[in-house]
């Protein structure tokens, strides 16, 4: 694996790390699968210079178990592993109801292959050769999603509730049931009920897209949503906005 480390800061030069790393870092633990063992040995010490607490696991399997049985702030992984590749990882992990943030690494750099790599429930992707600043600073970002802390326990519109701790969604009563994306997408337009949520905003906070795929991701989902949040019952919520996105708002 090429990292990139002509630009990247030598673990080994003290501080180095340290001086790149946002103070939101504190305390994150990350899981970093690799199978090249320099590279993610490289990475690791660096992150850990950074005040990061790294795991590693060296094959998709071992990686798999990691992550499952372990709780993370970020997983990096590699997305050609033996055993059990990358995509493969990622896509088991989100099966198991295990939405903690991923950021894939691959030689792949294509749009069709990060496009590919996102749709198997990456958050973020970065081609090699990369430099471990920008490495670190994606971490970071990504880790800002279980960092933040949330007041509100659940949400309410009309008759539709969203409980956070449980994940039980109820209209009437009726206990709907939603695939964890859905739950993030419906959490995300009732925290902001009765305001438009332009598609970036959803790219942005339910995908964790830094750029837009250029794919109707946005609008399966929602149309997902909508069906099982609206049928069999008489009153519509959640709206299109035409030209700016969507809102879910009681009409009264």
Not at 27 to 42: F, P, Q, S, T
Not at 111 to 118: I, K, P
Not at 158 to 186: M, N
Not at 210 to 238: A, C, G, M, W, Y
């Amino acid at each position: 694996m090429n990292t990139g480390q002509g630009n990247a800061p030598q673990p080994g030069d003290s501080g180095c790390a340290q001086g790149m790393a946002g103070a939101n870092v504190a305390h994150m633990k990350i899981l970093v699968i690799e199978d090249d063992l320099e590279a993610a040995a490289y990475i690791t010490k660096a992150f850990r210079e950074a005040g990061i607490v790294a795991d590693h696991a060296s094959d998709g399997e071992s990686g798999l178990f990691m992550g499952s049985e372990n709780t993370y702030d970020v997983m990096v992984i590699d997305r050609m592993l033996p055993r059990r590749d990358g995509l493969s990882v990622i896509s088991e992990l989100r099966k198991r109801g295990i939405e903690t943030p991923v950021l894939i690494l691959s030689a792949l750099g294509q749009v069709d292959d990060r496009v590919t790599g996102l749709r198997a429930g990456g958050d973020d992707y970065l081609p090699k050769p990369y430099a471990f600043s920008e490495l670190l600073a994606r971490v970071e970002v990504l880790g800002r999603r279980k960092g933040k802390p949330e007041q509100d326990m659940g949400y309410r519109v009309g008759d539709l509730e969203l409980d956070r701790l449980s994940h039980e969604v109820r209209r009437a009563g009726k206990e709907i049931l939603l695939q964890p994306r859905e739950f993030r997408l419906l959490e995300y337009l009732m925290k902001n009920a009765g305001q438009v949520v332009t598609r970036t905003m959803l790219l942005e906070n339910v995908w964790d897209y830094h750029f837009d795929p250029q794919t109707n991701v946005i609008d399966v989902h929602v149309s997902r949503l909508r069906s099982k949040i609206e049928k069999d019952f008489d009153k519509p919520l959640l709206k299109t906005v035409r030209g700016a996105g969507y809102m879910i708002k009681d009409e009264g």
